[in-house]
């Protein structure tokens, strides 16, 4: 890598101007938004404190005709009269002696006066200020209305106070010595950082790229599964150039008012191409950019609007401003294929489950503030997790600090990080269950059931951990198992041997208690699903051939069911991928059977241990496995 020449002293102005705008901006808004939340509450208050007054003094006044009035006058029964131009107030007195407010319309009577006068009463004259009662009465309730609407469109739409400034974009901007995270925090995607490093490149020499009549691509695509760690990836290539950041979410420029979500992303590309060279970075990218025309019915909605404008603002600036759109998303299948043809998001980095060195130096990453034990061995935790993504890692590490401050220990020993492990992939311990004693039975039997097919079958994975102490929700007990190597590809083979493994527990409890239970629900579900796949998407059945039937595929990053679409085959091939998936199940089935019942001393005698032990862990198991084959080889001898 070249050395880092010496920036000129106007683009380090530049750049120091832009940091304080972004900051004193930020500051201003956060003044603003104290200001106006307490003057809001202020001014509420005081409205209603005087709307309430009001309308309670207008309900104890009551209303006499002239007539009355001038009768009570002349029995000297009121007092205190306030005359104006148009009514008449004062206070009576009513026949059980009780003083109440009241009011008459007043009428042309020249005898008013003399007979007040004559009765002794006291009157004056007033002036109603008419302004005054038109501002408590109309002006102040629509002032309320006004500003609690104003404080509404606040909360809906952000920072601005106004519907007009709905339109503003409302990323969040980070100046370039905000950001502290360099690809040294990000471990485990060596590959996907070597395809961003030129971007980094890039954005600090650009006149290297531009000399040679090279083009940096505009957009950049993170694909991967949840967790793997993307938007950080993100945040490091701006950490590491040096660069304003603007981060937002996909969902952030759609609203529920037509041509907002538009309005933002023209106001979002003028900002970046104000604070060149930046980085723009979309997280969630399939809420805004998912395929347009998968709904008729509403082909022009808000988010096609704004999908739209994002499609004519990336064809419309230019590269050499140095603004890099980076986006994230985790369903790249659904994506409209305009956002991913070359001129926009042309480069795809795969940022993928990490193997177990990858595993290994994201957990180096994770550990620099964690007091770690003298025997803590870093790549025994990587083996043990296989399929952990970054996310994974990190809460492992932290429940293993929790865990070890709850023991009050000074330092988070391995102790710790296996029951972590435990705790993560199997749920919280419920040792305090309460559970009869031959369901107890039941479920020691059904996991050892589980793990002695793992140990007898050459293509499953080897047991780790045997328990019948409960986890999780409903999980009465677990076996668990780990694979001694990363694996991208499975046999047909170790398929049928994964089958025997889930159905092992089932055909456990029917040898020794000669019925079966619920507990094999979800085993029964995960081996009917392998079988399944077998027939329809890997073409492993030799009366249907090498054929697929699979019509709708699986999201490629997420575990989640495709939809029940239209079978592109008739009944008569649904009946026969049924008939062969319940074959291989059947042969499965035979298969443990025959196994386990020809090793039922050795299932009674796991299962008697694991009763006292209520655990026991793969290395203890395989020590009893070996120490009765011995034992029968010798009986054999004899």
Request: net charge neutral.
């Amino acid at each position: 890598m070249p050395k880092e020449k010496p920036r000129p002293k106007k683009d380090l102005k530049k750049r120091k101007d832009i940091i304080l705008e972004i900051k004193s901006g930020n500051k201003d808004k956060e003044k603003k938004t104290k200001n106006f939340t307490f003057l809001y509450f202020i001014i509420a208050i005081i409205a209603i404190f005087v709307i309430h007054s009001y309308l309670s003094f207008r309900s104890e006044i009551k209303t006499v005709p002239y007539s009355e009035f001038k009768g009570l006058v002349a029995q000297i029964k009121v007092s205190d009269l306030i005359i104006d131009a148009e009514k008449i107030q004062g206070t009576m007195t009513q026949q059980d002696g009780k003083k109440v407010k009241f009011v008459t319309s007043r009428v042309e009577d020249p005898d008013l006066v003399k007979d007040l006068q004559k009765s002794n009463v006291q009157f004056s004259g007033s002036f109603e200020n008419k302004l005054l009662r038109v501002i408590i009465e109309w002006i102040l309730p629509f002032a309320i209305i006004i500003l609690i609407w104003n404080l509404l469109m606040r909360r809906m739409g952000g920072a601005p106070s106004s519907v007009l400034n709905f339109g503003k974009s409302r990323g969040k901007i980070y100046g370039e010595d905000e950001i502290k995270i360099t690809f040294d925090d990000v471990a485990g995607v060596d590959e996907a950082k070597e395809e961003l490093q030129e971007i980094i490149e890039y954005l600090r020499y650009p006149q290297k790229f531009l000399d040679l009549g090279g083009k940096i691509p505009k957009g950049i695509l993170l694909v991967g599964p949840p967790g793997t760690g993307k938007t950080l990836l993100a945040k490091a290539v701006a950490g590491e150039a040096k660069v304003p950041f603007f981060s937002m979410s996909g969902s952030d420029f759609v609203e529920m008012f037509v041509g907002v979500g538009a309005s933002r992303v023209r106001d979002l590309f003028s900002q970046a191409q104000q604070k060149a060279p930046c980085i723009i970075f979309i997280d969630e990218l399939d809420a805004l950019g998912k395929a347009r025309g998968m709904n008729p019915l509403s082909s022009h909605d808000e988010r096609e609007q704004t999908l739209n404008q994002l499609l004519s603002e990336m064809d419309g600036f230019d590269t050499k401003t140095g603004v890099i759109i980076v986006g994230a998303t985790n369903r790249p299948e659904i994506l409209d294929p305009a956002l991913l043809r070359p001129g926009r998001f042309d480069r795809h980095v795969l940022v993928d489950r990490p193997d177990i060195k990858g595993r290994e130096e994201i957990l180096k990453v994770h550990i620099r503030e964690v007091k770690l034990g003298r025997h803590v061995d870093l790549s025994v935790i990587a083996a043990r997790t296989p399929g952990f993504v970054g996310a994974d890692l990190a809460n492992l590490i932290n429940e293993a600090a929790l865990l070890a401050a709850r023991k009050g220990k000074t330092s988070v020993t391995m102790e710790e990080f296996e029951e972590a492990i435990d705790r993560v992939v199997a749920g919280l311990e419920k040792k305090k269950k309460v559970m009869s004693k031959k369901e107890k039975e039941i479920v020691a039997y059904h996991e050892t059931g589980h793990a002695l097919m793992a140990e007898s079958l050459e293509g499953a994975d080897p047991v780790h951990k045997i328990s019948i102490i409960p986890r999780g929700i409903s999980a009465l007990g677990y076996t668990m198992q780990l694979p001694t190597e990363d694996r991208y590809l499975m046999t047909k083979s170790e398929l049928v041997d994964r089958m025997c493994v889930l159905l092992g527990g089932r055909i456990a409890e029917e040898i020794i208690f000669g019925e079966i239970s619920t507990g094999a629900q979800n085993d029964l579900a995960r081996a009917t699903d392998i079988a399944r796949s077998m027939v329809k998407q890997y073409g492993m059945s030799e009366k249907l051939g090498h054929m697929t039937f699979e019509q709708e595929r699986k999201p490629l990053f997420l575990d989640i069911a495709p939809g029940s679409g239209a079978k592109e085959y008739s009944e008569e091939t649904a009946r026969e991928i049924d008939n062969e998936v319940k074959a291989i199940i059947e042969h499965s089935y035979t298969k443990v059977k025959e196994t386990l019942t020809s090793k039922r001393d050795l299932l009674e005698l796991v299962a008697r241990t694991l009763l006292e032990k209520e655990s026991i862990d793969g290395e203890e198991l395989r020590a009893m496995l070996k120490e009765h084959a011995e034992g029968d080889h010798g009986n054999e001898s004899r």
